[in-house]
T-cell receptor, first 113, second 114 residues
Framework: GEDVEQSLFLSVREGDSSVINCTYT??????LYWYKQEPGAGLQLLTY?????DMKQDQRLTVLLNKKDKHLSLRIADTQTGDSAIYFC?????????????FGKGTKLSVKP | DGGITQSPKYLFRKEGQNVTLSCEQN?????MYWYRQDPGQGLRLIYY???????QKGDIAEGYSVSREKKESFPLTVTSAQKNPTAFYLC?????????????FGPGTRLTVT
């Protein structure tokens, strides 16, 4: 079945780069997403990438996709304390009957001053 | 302002009682979704609806019910049959069913059942 895996924790110092990794199993995934969740809040869509792309950059965020290895990463440059949150990787199978997203368990990013 | 609202933010109920969680969107989205989030877990899909008067079960529909009488509203009822109802519930919407690629989330409702 479909599965999305992420490491649970990441700790970085303010100003450093953060790299959050994700692996997925569904080779027919067409869209891959990164969501951010702050404590007690809903999920905020950060960025997404189509499966026919290798990289997408949006200000401090860089998404890299290795489709062969089914590996997705999110790099946050110049990480700030406000970036502390849980980051979810999610995939969508365009041809799936449900059309819903499959989420990883989330990576909790802690930014130390 | 367009968006998704969920109310209330915190909800407390006694075991054995049904409770209904509200989700409203003014984004004119066709599709709406309910997810459940438990500590240290990802989101699990409860129910989804791609169009008014139609909805499908997700991965963990047992003990829940929904209705979709209006495009902008997708209430979730947590029934007494749900064995572990205490969780954080998130509602989401997207432009149109399987062709949409962005889901927008509400702020969530934290339900505690004692």
């Amino acid at each position: 079945g479909e599965d999305v895996e992420q490491s649970l924790f990441l700790s970085v110092r303010e100003g450093d780069s953060s790299v959050i990794n994700c692996t997925y199993t569904d080779s027919s995934s067409t869209y891959l997403y990164w969501y951010k969740q702050e404590p007690g809040a809903g999920l905020q869509l950060l960025t997404y990438i189509f499966s026919n792309m290798d990289m997408k950059q949006d200000q401090r965020l860089t998404v890299l996709l290795n489709k062969k290895d089914k590996h997705l990463s999110l790099r946050i440059a110049d990480t700030q304390t406000g970036d502390s949150a849980i980051y979810f990787c999610a995939e969508k199978n365009y041809g799936g009957s449900q059309g819903n997203l499959i989420f990883g368990k989330g990576t909790k990013l802690s930014v130390k001053p | 302002d367009g968006g998704i609202t969920q109310s209330p933010k915190y909800l407390f109920r006694k075991e054995g009682q049904n409770v209904t969680l509200s989700c409203e969107q003014n984004l004119n989205h066709d599709a709406m979704y309910w997810y459940r989030q438990d500590p240290g877990q990802g989101l699990r899909l409860i129910y989804y609806s791609q169009i008014v008067n139609d909805f499908q079960k997700g991965d963990i529909a047992e003990g829940y019910s929904v209705s979709r009488e209006k495009k902008e509203s997708f209430p979730l009822t947590v029934t007494s049959a749900q064995k572990n109802p205490t969780a954080f519930y998130l509602c989401a919407s997207s432009i149109g069913g399987t062709s949409s690629y962005e889901q927008y989330f509400g702020p969530g409702t934290r339900l505690t059942v004692t």
